[in-house]
């Protein structure tokens, strides 16, 4: 397998650098805690995918992206 820098196709992810809001109104590093978790799935075992490149953005290509057979982008905006 090949080390890839990818952007999920389909979703508007979160920036690594990009705070958020918990319950409380206090601040959180939601970019951060997004990688982490697409990062720990994929730890897990969870096999992925890379789907037809849809082109590039950043020096980055663009895609869409399955873990275990389900979308990723999905996934993580389903996991909060």
Known sequence: AEDARVRLWGVDAPELSQPGYDRRGNQ???GKQARDWLQGEIANGGNVTLGDL???????VVGPVTLGGADAGLASVRSG
Do not use: E, L, M
């Open 28 to 30: 959180v590093p939601i």
């Open 54 to 60: 849809k082109g590039q953005s950043y020096g980055r």
